[in-house]
């Protein structure tokens, strides 16, 4: 028996309705972000191959600066790694590049598209995530359509520059107390944070 998604050490899909509450909770115990500055000088693709074999669950293809056409191809490639191991696929901010590349969901932050128009286009298993560090906030996307809240930043990180102000594991907790779907925590989150978070 192989690690989840996988069977008898073969790749196979998550095999669950997406959306499903408590399978998606499972999935989203972990989401690695990608970020080419980082990876370097690995290629990303080979960053994203060794987060998919050592486990990772979801695939987040977050890049702000490549032009569309190549933010495509970035995430049709990430789309055939990902089916492969059995791991789900988002896509940071661009719904048309999600949709595109047949990736699993979008990840929206306040500045992109509201929630609810997205949630009028896309499939029913279709999932969207949503930035917010706000209980408020937060009941109004889930109420809008999104099925995850992507919430922090909840430690101070020098990897996204417009992170905005630490919002500690307190702010974390009112957030996860606000909504029924799953919060992510981001931002600063290292392996010695992690459980705490």
Known sequence: MGRPGHRNGAAVGLAVPRTHPSRLHRALRLIVITDRRLSAPRPLEETVVAALDA????????????????????????????????????INDRLDIALRSQADGVHLGPEDLPVESARRVVPPDFIIGYSADDPVEARRAVEAGA???????????????????????????????????????????????????
Do not use: M, W
């Open 55 to 90: 486990g990772a669950p979801v695939i987040q293809l977050r890049e702000k600066k490549l032009p569309p056409r190549e933010t495509l191809n970035a995430a049709r490639r990430l789309r055939k790694l990902t089916r492969e191991k059995g791991a789900l696929l988002f």
């Open 147 to 197: 099925n995850y809240i992507g919430c922090g930043t909840v430690f101070s990180t020098g990897t996204k520059e417009d992170a905005g102000e630490a919002i500690g594991v307190e702010g974390l907790t009112r957030v996860v107390r606000a909504v029924s779907v799953p919060v992510v925590g981001i931002g600063g989150i290292e392996v010695h944070r992690a459980a705490e978070v």
